[in-house]
């Protein structure tokens, strides 16, 4: 998740995992609306772009289009943020 306490924070996770040769992330939101993001997933996925060679996909819950018919549009917000998958 995107839980790092701020922008700071999230970048030196980014270090560590190209140090480990991590080039590919999956980047996940807060598990419910209850929850607080530390970092917006737009801000995580502009850092992630910012950096040559890395790229990251995101999650999709099915069964939350079934309760708010509006999962498709969290997509299509996170493809434009870059997400390839």
């Excluded at 209850?34 to 996925?45: F, K, L, N, V």
């Amino acid at each position: 998740a995107c839980s790092e306490a701020d922008e700071a924070a999230f970048a030196s996770w980014l270090d560590g995992a190209q140090r480990r040769n991590h080039h590919t992330l999956n980047l996940v939101g807060p598990s419910s609306s209850g929850d607080t993001p530390r970092i917006s997933m737009e801000r995580a996925a502009a850092l992630v772009n910012e950096r040559p060679g890395m790229a990251f996909g995101c999650v999709t819950i099915a069964e939350r289009h079934l309760t708010k018919g509006t999962e498709h549009l969290n997509l299509l917000r996170k493809a434009g943020y870059g997400a390839k998958w």
